[in-house]
């Protein structure tokens, strides 16, 4: 696969086929809301983080990573991109291997990892648009780095990892994949951001 495929693919939006028939027909906007977690909701995630199915899906991902890195594979389900300046990886749900809710606990638990690193949360939102009879849903949450203040003249801020987006697509009430990118700064005020691989250690919790 080439570099501008993995790249559309992985941050690119879900997009069906469509007949040619219905090419210009119009996308509507169903809803636009701040993502608001319900009670139920909550209370099962704190089941999950206690679960051996979260150890499970973490375990999962780490080795998928190291296959990617030792031998350029990953199985079906993931697929990662690796340049200088935008790094992540798109899971694409498996209902033979996990369950839509465990795959939303896992979209959460990468959000609260990243705060507990000291990441801003500047948007978590949910688009429901509808177009040639197939409604999407995208849940969204993007994480900036800490500030940092009074720092000397000239030293460099951390950016870590960089921003961080994380995507959960649905369609038609189906799960369909989890996004996870991260854009560096290409800036003198920065230092450079860590590694891809620390962010994997990060979040799947591999130390």
């Not at 995630?45 to 999962?60: G, I, P, R, V």
């Not at 189906?174 to 991260?182: V, Y």
């Amino acid at each position: 696969m080439s570099l501008w495929k993995q790249i559309k693919g992985l941050f690119a939006e879900n997009k069906q086929q469509q007949p040619e028939t219905n090419a210009n027909s119009e996308e509507k906007l169903i809803r636009h809301e701040p993502l608001d977690r319900k009670e139920n909701f909550l209370a099962y995630f704190q089941k999950w983080l206690a679960s051996n199915t979260k150890e499970q899906m973490l375990d999962w991902l780490y080795a998928q990573y190291q296959d990617h890195c030792c031998c350029g594979q990953a199985e079906a389900a993931i697929h990662f991109m690796i340049i200088p300046s935008v790094s992540g990886f798109v899971i694409h749900f498996d209902e033979a291997r996990w369950r839509p809710m465990d795959f939303e606990c896992l979209f959460d638990f990468f959000k609260q990892q990243f705060k507990q690193a000291g990441y801003r949360l500047q948007l978590a939102e949910l688009k429901v648009t509808e177009k040639d009879g197939l409604q999407e849903e995208i849940a969204r949450y993007y994480l900036k780095p800490p500030r940092e203040f009074g720092l000397a003249y000239g030293e460099q801020m951390d950016q870590i990892f960089g921003n961080i987006m994380l995507t959960l697509t649905k369609v038609n009430e189906q799960m369909i994949n989890l996004k996870l990118s991260a854009t560096s700064y290409n800036d003198h005020l920065y230092k450079a951001p860590k590694d891809f691989s620390a962010l994997m250690q990060d979040i799947c919790e591999a130390y």
